[in-house]
């Protein structure tokens, strides 16, 4: 009773601690969102504002272009699109964490592009922790002995492969399609990659029927 009492008092001082907490939001006091600058504010200090050392593209050892450098500097080419939680035109996902993931294009000549899905691609295969039913009781189910014996086949997710034109004619992109069923049916962000490229690609769904 006790701990469930210090559970209840800690959740409320966190209620009270998030409620009395100064919001850190700023605007951009006008500056473009695109401008390879940012600002920062030190943990411990008087909460104020200050300007990233250096532009993101000029890396000196500080942490703002450090965390960036393999994609305003390193790869000076590479440009992408992050997402987080429900992606757009995928409804009610229920899930423990809801799909994440960066499309990252080439702005080369090569016009190569690749779509990352923090999504796991799951293997259907059954574990028997137990069976102690008779093999008298089970003789004319083929099925539950396949099942009991280990005897179900694993199908691995089915991979398609195609490939659209850009305005590179010499050099399609090559996308790779993954489904849990033989046709993939459901065209995850055709809303936005028709917008971005122009083009309808289909592409691997939670939602596949």
Sequence with gaps: MLLKLSKVVLIFHLINLSLSQPSTCRNND??????ATGKIIHAGAIQSWENSPRPLTDNQGHSFAKTLENVVQTHGSIKFLAYNNVPPGIPN???KSNSKGVIIISSAANSAAAWFLTASLLLVQPVIHYNDIPETETAGMP????????????IPPFRSRHTIRTQNAGAPVTVHIYSKSESSKYEIYKKVIVKALKKTIKVWSRNDK
């Design 93 to 95: 996902i229920k899930t």
């Design 143 to 154: 099925h539950f002995k396949k099942l009991a014996e280990g005897q179900t086949p694993i």
């Design 30 to 35: 006008g500056n473009v969102p695109a401008q």
